[in-house]
T-cell receptor
Framework: NAGVTQTPKFRVLKTGQSMTLLCAQD?????MYWYRQDPGMGLRLIHY???????AKGEVPDGYNVSRLKKQNFLLGLESAAPSQTSVYFC????????????FGQGTRLTVV | GDSVTQMEGPVTLSEEAFLTINCTYT??????LFWYVQYPGEGLQLLLK?????DKGSNKGFEATYRKETTSFHLEKGSVQVSDSAVYFC???????????FGAGTRLAVHP
């Protein structure tokens, strides 16, 4: 029972490079989220999706793009990485209904140099 | 806007000590409240939740009561173990679709 799987787990980028983080869930959840975790700030919502083909901005969306072409996958893209995007990124998913538990992946530690 | 404030850590305790981690919130309406725990090298997992005033969430010996009058959701455990060492996040649901607003997190270290 995999739950929420993120790839890669670690990555180092140079300023200006691009990359895509992949999130996959096997629980048939409607809702998916990308959060970033920074010291002293907890987790902040970047983007989220309430169903296949839909995306919406969260609290800190600038510099990121997302896509949800398949229900089980939610991709987070950085088109031109900046040092301010050095963070730990967490994907999460949840079913419909309120309130329900969000299930988190193990995180991706990204360093932009 | 909505926000969550947690006590700063780290909190260091001896095994079998009593634990309290304070959490207060600011929100419009009456959001659902959560405590999530993050063990080293892992993602967050739900510890407990409460959906309305005076509800008590409990799990694994941890408890928290939704206090509307003080806008608080403090986490307590009567006797901590070394295995409870982790980072604890208080969170509230905001804006629908189970979106969460998190506090900064409190690191707990329990030593034998």
């Amino acid at each position: 029972n995999a739950g929420v799987t993120q790839t890669p787990k670690f990555r180092v980028l140079k300023t200006g490079q691009s990359m895509t983080l992949l999130c996959a869930q096997d629980m048939n959840h409607e809702y998916m989220y990308w959060y970033r975790q920074d010291p002293g700030m907890g987790l902040r919502l970047i983007h989220y999706s309430v169903g296949e083909g839909t995306t919406a901005k969260g609290e800190v969306p600038d510099g990121y793009n997302v896509s949800r072409l398949k229900k089980q996958n939610f991709l987070l893209g950085l088109e031109s990485a900046a040092p301010s995007q050095t963070s730990v990124y967490f994907c999460a998913s949840s079913s419909r209904g309120r309130p329900v538990e969000a299930f988190f992946g193990q995180g991706t530690r990204l360093t932009v140099v | 806007g909505d926000s969550v404030t947690q006590m700063e850590g780290p909190v260091t305790l001896s095994e079998e000590a009593f634990l309290t981690i304070n959490c207060t919130y600011t929100a419009t309406g009456y959001p659902s409240l959560f405590w999530y725990v993050q063990y080293p090298g892992e993602g967050l997992q739900l510890l407990l939740k409460a959906t309305k005033a005076d509800d008590k969430g409990s799990n694994k010996g941890f408890e928290a009561t939704y206090r509307k009058e003080t806008t608080s959701f403090h986490l307590e455990k009567g006797s901590v173990q070394v295995s409870d060492s982790a980072v604890y996040f208080c969170a509230l649901e905001a804006g629908g679709y189970n979106k969460l607003i998190f506090g900064a997190g409190t690191r707990l270290a329990v030593h034998p």
